[in-house]
């Protein structure tokens, strides 16, 4: 059994960890960086290690460091938590090397879903449906266009190594492929080191649908359903919901089938995402699957009763799952919205400061994840994620009213935040509707603009 863990990770996913380690009875050790010394998830901690500099490459990225805390601190396992290293298959690998439990799936598992284009193609082998694209990476310019000319515009350029929208460039027409192509190209190379870029066909007005997946060292598999994250900008997502109001029952068995099967098909084990772009006529295409617990996770948590991080601790003890598909059940409705530390209205602009005065939201059925306090020092190294804020209601239109609520009441003074823009999406007509999908925020933003 896992006794000491250490969280290679920070901000609110690490506080997160750490109160699900302290009801298993597990000690934590937290990692940090100078600047967030005084960060929430170092001090609820029961040891704590710097790790190198304020640049995530010094610090959070730093595999060395990380692991040799681990190793001092007498810890047995690693959590990765999100981002940073959770989808680093060099790490799970040497976590591994050293004796130590990766709270997360095997190094081989996350190589074969960390190259999307490799993904895609294992995917499509399988018969799993998958959007028409390149078969794996494009070698160079010419030969994309070839391929988008065959497909037809518009297509969408992506990132092999990528995730999180960044590396992803649309082209809408054969004389936009070349600067799409090299855009790309460049802000792969600059965020992953790896300029690969692969094609797909851009699905017009999709929705973005991922289901959550369990699997343990046994060979059990299980989904506990979906959520909508389709309300999201630059392909980074502001809100999220389970379940979604567009799938039909039959059409939610149907995808929730295929998520166990990709899963299976890989050896997978621990949690992972499954995620899908679903087009008007509700046709479905495998995108990607994230090998690590998602930001979004609480909302699944919220309507199934499922702690997801003790899930992965216990299936990294190697127990087994103690439910089977037929005992999950579903009910209500919950919604997640992003909080960020930046300014709608100068395009999104990242702010940094000082948490001046903070009042959070409470009552039945609202729950905030955050590591802020106030006075504490947002810094300007990191994500602009400071916390997200999740309801859950009896129906979507509770959900809803108890989110407008929760956002009239929430208050972060001293920095820029999306508070305000949260609540212009909860009172959209679209979006009270359910009539949205990936492109309703820059819809919105031309509505507020004018």
């Keep these: ?25 597990i000690e934590t050790v937290a990692v940090y960086s100078p600047i967030d010394k005084d960060s929430l998830h170092v001090q609820l ?11 995530i490459s010094e610090s959070y990225l730093n595999m060395h460091n990380i692991i040799s805390a681990a190793i ?25 090397e050293y004796g130590l439990i990766f709270i997360g799936p095997s190094a081989e598992c996350i190589e074969k879903m960390g190259n999307k284009s490799m993904a895609k193609d294992t995917m499509k082998e399988a018969g799993i449906p998958v959007v028409p694209g ?21 297509v969408l350029i992506k990132a092999s190594a990528g995730g999180g929208g960044r590396g992803m460039r649309i082209a809408n027409s054969e004389d936009k492929f070349e600067e799409s192509y090299y855009t790309a190209k460049n802000e792969a190379k600059a965020a992953f080191l790896d300029d690969s870029v692969y094609l797909e066909k851009l699905i017009l007005n999709p929705r973005h649908i991922e289901f959550q997946v ?43 089938d295929i998520a166990v099967l ?24 495998f995108i990607e699957m994230n090998t690590r617990i998602q930001v979004e996770h609480p909302v699944t948590e919220l309507v199934t009763g499922i702690d997801l991080i003790k899930q992965q601790i216990r299936i990294a003890s190697n127990l087994e799952l103690n439910f089977k598909q037929d005992d999950i059940n579903f009910k209500g409705h919950a919604i997640e919205c992003r909080i960020n530390a930046e300014n709608t209205y100068d395009n999104f602009k990242p702010s940094a400061g000082t948490v001046t005065s903070l009042l959070l939201p409470g009552g039945f ?9 106030q006075g504490y020092k947002i810094p300007p190294f990191y994500d602009s994620m400071i916390g997200k804020l999740i309801v ?19 208050i972060i003074d001293g920095v820029d935040n999306n508070i305000e823009f949260q609540y212009l999406i909860m009172h959209h007509p679209k979006f009270i509707r359910g009539n949205f999908d990936t492109g309703f925020v820059d819809n919105l933003m031309e509505e507020l603009v004018q």
């Design 214 to 256: 369990l699997a343990d060292n046994y060979g059990n598999i299980v989904h506990l359903g979906e959520r909508d994250c389709s309300i999201q900008r630059r392909n980074q997502k502001l809100v999220e919901e389970s379940p979604s109001v567009f799938l039909t029952k039959e059409k939610r068995k149907t995808m929730g």
């Design 1 to 25: 059994m896992i006794k000491k863990l250490l969280i290679a990770n920070r901000g609110e996913i690490a506080v997160r960890i750490i109160r699900t380690c302290k009801e298993m009875g």
């Design 72 to 96: 001092l601190s007498k810890c047995n396992a690693i959590h990765p938590g999100i981002g940073f290293l959770s989808e680093n298959a060099d790490f799970a690998r040497k976590v591994k």
């Design 45 to 55: 901690a029961d040891e704590a290690f710097c790790v190198g500099g304020n640049k």
């Design 365 to 373: 059925g609202v729950r905030m994840d955050t590591a802020l306090y």
């Design 134 to 154: 390149s078969c794996g990476i494009i070698n160079d310019v010419e030969e994309g266009k070839k391929i988008a000319y065959e497909i037809g515009y518009p």
């Design 392 to 410: 859950y209601g009896n129906t979507r239109l509770d959900a809803i009213r108890k989110m407008r609520r929760s956002l009239e009441e929430l």
């Design 262 to 285: 990709v899963a299976k098909n890989i050896g997978y084990s621990n949690a992972g995402t499954v995620e899908f772009v679903v087009s008007q006529d509700c046709s479905f295409y």
